[in-house]
T-cell receptor, first 112, second 114 residues
């Protein structure tokens, strides 16, 4: 699986949009971009994933550049409970193997 | 249950002892995964089960580590002759068997070897 690069930490004001970047310049055509987050002392939680089109769900939006070499996770109205480590992961599509290769992620701190 | 359940939540053991960590996946999920997370690091893959069989055990660090899933549901991660370097949070996840479904993680077992 391709590697990803994320900033180690970011801050965001409560109520504002949090935009978390991820670089995956070596991504292959059959690799999806996944985002998970991990709140302190909990297991990782799935947020969203996409291949090449922008995706939105009840938690967040995922914007993938046209060349697919980078993406941005957007939390539209961050709350204090969104403080967590956010992981950007690329993974080969298809099959039943769900091996995830986590990096160190971005620690997002939402401030009141 | 509603989610992935791991027991115990915390385990302290002495160096050289044997430990077992249990994972109850979400009902109906055929895929099960074990990960290990050291302080300040992201989770690292250990082993993946599809049903009862270990489809990928490439992440197990050495032969002191072993995992089973005899009936295709509950899984046990077994560590023999524990070392202080085994101290970490051990995470279990499960997912349905299809290409890109999400994995649901448990809260983890914090293992401390003293």
């Amino acid at each position: 699986d391709a590697k990803t690069t994320q900033p180690p930490s970011m801050d965001c004001a409560e109520g504002r949009a949090a935009n978390l970047p991820c670089n995956h310049s070596t991504i292959s055509g059959n690799e999806y971009v996944y985002w998970y987050r991990q709140i302190h002392s909990q297991g990782p939680q799935y947020i969203i994933h996409g291949l090449k089109n922008n995706e939105t769900n009840e938690m967040a939006s995922l914007i993938i550049t046209e060349d697919r070499k980078s993406s941005t996770l957007i939390l539209p109205h961050a709350t204090l409970r969104d403080t967590a480590v956010y992981y950007c992961i690329v993974r080969v599509a298809g099959g039943s193997n769900y091996k995830l290769t986590f990096g160190k992620g971005t620690l997002l701190t939402v401030n009141p | 249950g509603a989610g992935v359940s791991q027991t115990p939540s915390n385990k302290v053991t002495e160096k050289g002892k044997y430990v077992e960590l249990r994972c109850d996946p979400i009902s109906g999920h055929t895929a099960l995964y074990w990960y290990r997370q050291s302080l300040g690091q992201g989770p690292e893959f250990l082993i993946y089960f599809q049903g009862t069989g270990a489809a990928d055990d490439s992440g197990l660090p050495n032969d002191r580590f072993f995992a089973v899933r005899p009936e295709g549901s509950v899984s046990t991660l077994k560590i023999q002759r524990t070392e202080r370097g085994d101290s970490a949070v051990y995470l279990c996840a499960s997912s349905q068997t299809s290409g890109n479904t999400e994995a649901f993680f448990g809260q983890g077992t914090r293992l401390t070897v003293v």
